[in-house]
């Protein structure tokens, strides 16, 4: 084990992968030289050289494009998208190219592209570059959508993305950057996708999370335990695949389920989410299974008024309160 | 033509009866005497035969539905036959998880209702109600809007009650306990026995292969004393007390949800072993709900024998319209004194419940002396 | 430069795409085939002559006016009319239709249905030669209309920085649906806009096999030694409407009978008779075979079994997913 950051963790995977495996090569906006504005591609110019580690001009729709065209044809790129917000910029390419070619084509073509990138509030960067648009690329077949919450989870769920033939969007968290923790030396060391994580157990109600909500669903969980409330904490991690069985089984154990994410709340995952558990568990539920995501509203600017549109830690409890009856 | 499925009488006492299984679908084939459907009586589980040919036309009734006699249970006919002058309330075809539905219509039939006929209660709560049995009509909930919820429910897990049909077999022995406890004088009387020469006797059987119960003994010895003792032997009808000089030996049967006496008939005529080979046999149609209605028909006299359950004494409610009813016991050593000499041996407590309106304290005493005497096989006690 | 055998592989391609779409088009109107099917009648010669230049290990991206591409590129045409009607044997398993015909064996890397959507993938297909510094080259097809979507600027700009072995084929065959270059296209000439990406653009007239041959060569000549991209536009005419049933509000009958007598296909038969590189007997007896070829092609489609309705989750991805 070594202590890592989120960042580390992500450049230490690349970089790996890049030397057992030539096919595999890096482009996007200031990876090169500059590292990635995130340090996540910090130093890999120097060890792969201009052609493996490739800056792009800004130009999402070509180099995504890009991406695709070079997937098609055997290598594995990994693309980096400076704000995942600008992948809207790329959205013929991602979603009308990427995710249905190797549908459309009869399964003649496979697509091993990772798209990675950050998104989400926590450097007042307003309403075009703190969305969390993870939600939007579920709808469309064909792409697999990871949510790493941890700096291990980064290397795992990277490592395994990298290596899956198909179209990956990896979504980063910019507050996450900067944390630390255990990160396994094995260089082989992965996490399977649609596996969630059981951060927790409790019996009394299931909060799913991931990103940011993990640790501060963690941080409620202390409080309400001093109040004999004990609650499951669930990251699932990827949410395409989905891990249905781990959040059924949870939710039939509670019978309360709280669904938080920083994506805007109408028609984010939390309602994929709910609906599934009211199709596959309705008989087990205490509670109407509830949903804590941003408020329908750009996000704003000012750090007060940004705080004020996605839920907040103490929210967590709150819900959990609500399902349990409890004011 | 229509031929009606009526719901049989069967027996004087039999007032209704219970569906447990039809045994055609509606359109089957059915053929006269063919058996069309089960039935379950406050005496025994019994099928009913077609009484014509024809098509299963129409369930009226269900399974599970508790039908007064004599009424239309189905009808058989042709397609061609207009059935539409027994059109009542349709009868679902599928049932699909009976259990399930069967306890919750039992729950919500006997459930207060708001004014839109809802209890509400969320579902997790709802189905552990209903898997544990749990009554929920009279929980309070706590939720909003009284939303009954999981909380209200779990201490009922810790108290918990559940519940049994009352119905069939335990409706009738409910009532004719009660009819025997209102109407009959019940007296009891009490002896020892020292069951040495029964154990004795048992065992000399066992080395011929001859297997009897202490039951079986005791059916003997009682149906010789009985015949000795007739007024044991009685029915009181209006004015009269009518003697019996046969000795139909009833003994209790313990199954499910109730008790069946099946009925040794004509005992004094039996060998020990005809005895025996008789019980045994009814023992294993009363556990598997064959017996038939000869089968428990015409007691004149009942034993109970709890001797397995190690039972010191009991007493037992006499058996309408019999007079008395016999407890034995277990068989316990004991220290008793034999010619001023302390003594072990393996005594049994008989317990005799007489009606005292009848019977008075002297005969029912020489009657257990009788007993006492034949099992003890002091004088004349050869079986 | 075109010897004699290359020749008669294009005119044979070009006969090849031209009676396949014969049939397309009859089989559509009888009803036995459905979607849309864009014909690329009347222009041939761009498929024809630029593949004719090209090996299998080449790569090309298509549009959605797509079966001359495939056609050209040495795709079966069993195979293309069984997925033109949704069968089974299909390029792509029926999954695709006429504008997601793929045939990576031939280095097809697919058409595609959103104009300007195959620009960048054929600039990746060029990066990953590039990248693992083979020798292939790439062509992407493309219509006039799709020369003013971000894709084709992004797409030329990164092949140009980045100098990749790609050559941007702009086929201009004067409408975009129903509205003429004119009115969508800020130049007159679309090749002009390789000077803004500071790379050659040649104007040719597309339904000329020597024209296109020759700047082709060039192209393909630069894209080899590390030079980079060409645009080439070739000018040329749909004889039909946008799709089967367009009812062709937006130009007059003469004017598309006046470019019928620019049909390269005739115009390629006379020069082998002219030349007497080619007898009659000998072009009608290539005729023959490309109409059996064809024939075959219908038959085995129609012949061909549906695709099974318990397979339709297969190969959303390569793994089973599950939500």
């Given at each position: 084990m070594s202590i890592k950051t989120y960042s580390q963790a992500i450049k230490d995977v690349i970089a790996e992968e890049m030397r057992k495996d030539d096919a595999v090569f890096i482009m996007g906006e200031d990876i090169a030289e500059a590292g990635g504005i995130f340090t996540c591609t910090k130093g890999l110019l120097k060890e792969f050289g201009s052609e493996r580690v490739r800056n792009t001009p800004i130009s999402e729709a070509g180099f995504v494009g890009a991406g695709v065209g070079a997937a098609s044809c055997g290598l594995r790129p990994i693309v980096e998208l400076m704000y995942m917000d600008f992948a809207y910029l790329a959205m013929d390419q991602i979603l009308n190219q990427a995710a249905k070619i190797r549908y459309m084509f009869g399964g003649n073509v496979k697509i091993p592209m990772v798209i990675r990138g950050q998104q989400g509030i926590g450097r007042g960067n307003a309403g075009q570059h703190s969305q969390s648009v993870e939600s939007l690329f579920m709808h469309i077949p064909g792409v697999k959508v990871v949510m790493p919450s941890s700096p291990s989870e980064a290397a795992g769920l990277l490592r395994t993305a990298i290596r899956d033939d198909n179209p990956v969007m990896f979504f980063e968290h910019k507050a996450l950057y900067a944390t630390k923790g255990e990160v396994p030396d094995d260089p082989e060391y992965s996490i399977p996708f649609g596996k969630a994580n059981i951060i927790r157990e409790g019996k009394d109600a299931t909060v799913i999370c991931s990103h940011l909500y993990v640790q501060k669903a963690l941080n409620e969980a202390e409080k309400l335990a001093k109040k004999n409330i004990d609650i499951e904490i669930i990251d699932p991690r990827t949410l395409i695949p989905f891990d249905k069985t781990t959040i059924i089984k949870s939710v039939k154990k509670t019978g309360r389920a709280i669904i938080v994410h920083e994506a805007h709340k109408i028609a984010g995952w939390g309602a994929e989410i709910a609906a599934t558990i009211m199709e596959e568990a309705f008989e087990y539920l205490d509670a109407p299974v509830l949903r804590l995501g941003a408020k329908h509203c750009t996000l704003p600017f000012?750090?007060?008024?940004?705080?004020?549109?996605?839920?907040?830690?103490?929210?967590?409890?709150?819900a959990v309160k609500k399902t349990l009856y409890i004011s | 033509m229509i031929t009606e499925i009526i719901m049989p009488k069967q027996g004087l006492q039999m007032t209704e009866g219970a569906i447990t299984k039809w045994l055609k679908n509606v359109g089957d084939d059915v053929k006269n005497g063919e058996a069309i459907i089960e039935i379950e009586t406050d005496k025994a589980a019994l099928e009913?035969?077609?009484?014509?040919?024809?098509?299963?036309?129409?369930?009226?009734?269900?399974?599970?539905?508790?039908?007064?006699?004599?009424?239309?249970?189905g009808l058989i006919g042709a397609d061609t036959d207009d059935i539409s002058k027994y059109d009542t309330e349709p009868?679902?075809?599928?049932?699909?998880?009976?259990?399930?539905?069967?306890?919750?219509?039992?729950?919500?039939?006997?459930?207060?209702?708001?004014?839109?006929?809802?209890?509400?209660?969320?579902?997790?709560?709802?189905?552990?109600?209903?898997?544990?049995?749990?009554?929920?009509?009279?929980?309070?909930?706590?939720?909003?809007?009284?939303?009954?919820?999981?909380?209200?429910?779990?201490?009922?897990?810790?108290?918990?009650?559940?519940?049994?049909?009352?119905?069939?077999?335990?409706?009738?022995?409910?009532?004719?306990?009660?009819?025997?406890?209102?109407?009959?004088?019940?007296?009891?009387?009490?002896?020892?026995?020292?069951?040495?020469?029964?154990?004795?006797?048992?065992?000399s059987l066992k080395k011929s292969n001859i297997n009897i119960s202490y039951n079986d003994i005791f059916i003997k010895?009682?149906?010789?004393?009985?015949?000795?003792?007739?007024?044991?032997?009685?029915?009181?009808?209006?004015?009269?007390?009518?003697?019996?000089?046969?000795?139909?030996?009833?003994?209790?049967?313990?199954?499910?949800?109730?008790?069946?006496?099946?009925?040794?008939?004509?005992?004094?005529?039996?060998?020990?072993?005809?005895?025996?080979?008789?019980?045994?046999?009814?023992?294993?149609?009363?556990?598997?709900?064959?017996?038939?209605?000869?089968?428990?028909?015409?007691?004149?006299?009942?034993?109970?024998?709890?001797?397995?359950?190690?039972?010191d004494e009991f007493t037992a409610i006499i058996n309408p319209p019999q007079s008395a009813i016999l407890a034995i016991g277990a068989i316990k050593k004991q220290v008793v004194a034999i010619n001023d000499e302390v003594c072990i041996r393996p005594i049994a407590t008989l317990c005799l419940t007489y009606d005292h309106r009848i019977i008075d304290g002297a005969p029912a005493a020489a009657f257990l002396k009788r007993v006492k005497e034949l099992s003890e096989m002091k004088t004349g006690g050869a079986l | 430069?075109?010897?004699?055998?290359?020749?008669?592989?294009?005119?044979?391609?070009?006969?090849?795409?031209?009676?396949?779409?014969?049939?397309?088009?009859?089989?559509?109107?009888?009803?036995?085939?459905?979607?849309?099917?864009?014909?690329?009648?009347?222009?041939?010669?761009?498929?024809?002559?630029?593949?004719?230049?090209?090996?299998?290990?080449?790569?090309?991206?298509?549009?959605?006016?797509?079966?001359?591409?495939?056609?050209?590129?040495?795709?079966?045409?069993?195979?293309?009319?069984?997925?033109?009607?949704?069968?089974?044997?299909?390029?792509?398993?029926?999954?695709?239709?006429?504008?997601?015909?793929?045939?990576?064996?031939?280095?097809?890397?697919?058409?595609?249905?959103?104009?300007?959507?195959?620009?960048?993938?054929?600039?990746?297909?060029?990066?990953?030669?590039?990248?693992?510094?083979?020798?292939?080259?790439?062509?992407?097809?493309?219509?006039?209309?799709?020369?003013?979507?971000?894709?084709?600027?992004?797409?030329?700009?990164?092949?140009?920085?980045?100098?990749?072995?790609?050559?941007?084929?702009?086929?201009?065959?004067?409408?975009?649906?129903?509205?003429?270059?004119?009115?969508?296209?800020?130049?007159?000439?679309?090749?002009?806009?390789?000077k803004s990406y500071d790379i050659p653009g040649h104007t040719v007239n597309g339904?000329?096999?020597?024209?296109?041959?020759?700047?082709?060569?060039?192209?393909?000549?630069?894209?080899?030694?590390?030079?980079?991209?060409?645009?080439i536009e070739c000018k040329t005419y749909r004889w039909f409407g946008h799709w089967i049933g367009d009812p062709q509000l937006y130009r007059t009958k003469d004017e598309v009978e006046a470019w019928k007598e620019k049909c390269p296909i005739k115009t390629l038969k006379k020069y082998f008779l002219d030349e007497k590189e080619l007898s009659k007997n000998e072009l009608d007896e290539i005729e023959k075979v490309i109409d059996k070829e064809a024939d075959d092609a219908v038959e085995f489609a129609i012949n061909s079994p549906e695709p099974d309705p318990s397979t339709v989750m297969e190969n959303v991805f390569t793994d089973i997913v599950n939500f």
């Open positions: 000012n750090l007060g008024l940004e705080n004020a549109v996605v839920p907040q830690q103490e929210d967590i409890s709150k | 009913i035969e077609a009484q014509g040919d024809g098509k299963l036309l129409k369930k009226i009734h269900d399974e599970g539905e508790t039908v007064a006699v004599s009424k239309v249970i009868i679902s075809e599928s049932k699909p998880d009976t259990k399930n539905a069967v306890i919750e219509n039992t729950l919500k039939s006997s459930m207060p209702q708001n004014s839109n006929g809802r209890i509400f209660i969320t579902p997790r709560a709802k189905k552990l109600a209903i898997d544990n049995k749990i009554n929920f009509s009279n929980i309070t909930g706590t939720g909003p809007n009284g939303l009954i919820i999981e909380k209200n429910i779990t201490p009922s897990l810790l108290n918990k009650e559940s519940f049994l049909a009352f119905k069939g077999i335990r409706k009738t022995i409910a009532e004719r306990m009660i009819e025997s406890q209102n109407t009959y004088a019940q007296a009891y009387h009490k002896i020892s026995i020292n069951m040495n020469s029964i154990i004795n006797l048992r065992e010895i009682c149906s010789k004393a009985l015949l000795e003792n007739p007024i044991l032997n009685s029915t009181l009808e209006n004015d009269r007390i009518i003697l019996k000089h046969y000795a139909n030996i009833g003994f209790a049967v313990a199954v499910d949800n109730g008790l069946f006496v099946p009925v040794v008939h004509n005992a004094e005529t039996l060998s020990l072993e005809e005895i025996s080979n008789k019980s045994k046999n009814l023992i294993k149609k009363a556990r598997n709900g064959s017996l038939g209605i000869a089968d428990f028909s015409s007691g004149t006299f009942t034993i109970s024998n709890l001797g397995m359950y190690d039972l | 430069m075109i010897d004699k055998e290359r020749l008669i592989w294009i005119y044979k391609t070009m006969l090849r795409i031209r009676k396949f779409e014969e049939r397309a088009l009859s089989l559509f109107e009888s009803d036995k085939l459905r979607g849309s099917v864009h014909l690329y009648i009347g222009e041939e010669a761009i498929a024809a002559t630029v593949c004719s230049l090209l090996r299998d290990t080449d790569y090309i991206t298509s549009t959605h006016r797509g079966h001359g591409h495939c056609i050209a590129k040495g795709g079966d045409l069993k195979k293309a009319m069984a997925e033109l009607m949704g069968k089974e044997t299909g390029f792509c398993k029926g999954r695709g239709g006429s504008m997601h015909i793929v045939d990576m064996s031939k280095g097809n890397l697919g058409a595609n249905a959103i104009v300007g959507g195959g620009i960048p993938i054929a600039v990746g297909g060029a990066l990953a030669a590039s990248i693992k510094k083979t020798d292939q080259v790439t062509v992407s097809f493309f219509g006039d209309g799709a020369s003013n979507q971000g894709t084709f600027h992004e797409g030329i700009n990164l092949a140009a920085i980045w100098k990749l072995p790609i050559i941007f084929v702009c086929e201009n065959n004067e409408f975009g649906i129903s509205v003429p270059v004119k009115q969508s296209t800020s130049v007159k000439d679309i090749s002009v806009r390789s339904n000329d096999v020597f024209e296109i041959n020759k700047v082709m060569e060039e192209a393909i000549a630069r894209a080899k030694k590390g030079e980079g991209p060409t645009l």
